[in-house]
């Protein structure tokens, strides 16, 4: 079993900052991608940004030069740090995690979402 729990969400002001957290605990190997989703209310959910295989990153490009992220291994941990926020970036940010199996088929697991509201 693979478990995601996400921490760091919060109330910020537009310009403010914010640190997210996802720690992977269980049966990891073979990460395909593991990175940050976000879900604004009736919108689908979108790729934030995330590391891929050979350590390649994905930002979208609405966050890119405001949102970095980072990760460390040894405690199976991504982070986001979040700057400049902007009330657009109100959402539900979901960790996703992405395993290859020994038959190369993509596991996909989601966290629980932690809530981001931008406003002041």
């Known amino acids: 079993q693979v478990q995601l729990v996400e921490s760091g969400g919060g109330l910020v002001q537009p310009g403010g900052s914010l640190r997210l957290s996802c720690v992977a605990s269980g049966s990891i190997s073979n990460i395909a991608a593991m990175g940050w989703y976000r879900q604004a209310p009736g919108k689908q959910r979108e790729l934030v940004a995330r590391?891929?295989?050979?350590?390649?990153?994905n930002y979208a490009e609405a966050v890119k030069g405001r949102f970095t992220i980072s990760r460390d291994n040894a405690k199976n941990t991504v982070y986001l740090q979040m700057n400049s926020l902007k009330p657009e970036d109100t959402a539900v940010y979901y960790c996703n995690l992405d395993l290859l199996d020994p038959l190369r088929i993509i596991r996909t697991y989601w966290g629980p979402g932690t809530q981001v509201t931008v406003s002041s």
């Open positions: 590391f891929i295989s050979g350590g390649d990153t």
